[in-house]
C-alpha cells in the first residue's frame, strides 16, 4: 500500500509560483501513477497532472499546460507540482492520489490513495 501526505500550500498573489510536495511511503512505488487533483469549494474534483513513478510519463490538464509541471524524486520518496503564473481558478484544495499501474488516468475513482488535501489560495 501506498501513503500520500501533501504540503506545499499556502496564499499566493495571481501570477506567482508555488510548488506542492506529496511524500509518498510504504512498500514499493514503481509499479504505481501520482496523480495531483483539485477541487473547489462547490465544484468539482479536477485532474491537474499524473506521473508514472519513473518520470518516464506525464500527463496534464488542458487548463494547466504550460503553467505546471510534474516531477517525482525517487532518492526523496517525494511527488512534486510546480505551479507558476497562477490564477485566481486556481484557488483550491490539491489533492495527491496513486494508483497501481502505468496508465495515465484521469478520473478520481481509479485511484485507490488519497492524501488529505493542501490548501492553495491565489490572491488577485
Known amino acids: 500500500q501506498v501513503q500520500l501526505v501533501e504540503s506545499g500550500g499556502g496564499l499566493v498573489q495571481a501570477g506567482g509560483s508555488l510548488r506542492l510536495s506529496c511524500s509518498v511511503s510504504?512498500?514499493?512505488?514503481?509499479?504505481?501513477?501520482f496523480g495531483w487533483f483539485r477541487q473547489a469549494p462547490g465544484k468539482e474534483r479536477e485532474f491537474v497532472a499524473a506521473?508514472?513513478?519513473?518520470?518516464?510519463?506525464?500527463f496534464y490538464a488542458d487548463s494547466v499546460k504550460g503553467r505546471f509541471t510534474i516531477s517525482s524524486d525517487n532518492p526523496k520518496n517525494t511527488v512534486y507540482l510546480q505551479m507558476n503564473s497562477l490564477k485566481s481558478e486556481d484557488t483550491a484544495v490539491y489533492y495527491c492520489?496513486?494508483?497501481?499501474?502505468?496508465?495515465?488516468?484521469?478520473?478520481?475513482?481509479?485511484?485507490?490513495?488519497w492524501g488529505q488535501g493542501t490548501q492553495v489560495t491565489i490572491s488577485s
Open positions: 492520489a496513486s494508483r497501481l499501474g502505468a496508465t495515465m488516468i484521469t478520473a478520481g475513482e481509479f485511484y485507490r490513495y
Open positions: 510504504g512498500r514499493t512505488f514503481s509499479s504505481y501513477v
Open positions: 506521473i508514472t513513478w519513473s518520470g518516464g510519463t506525464t
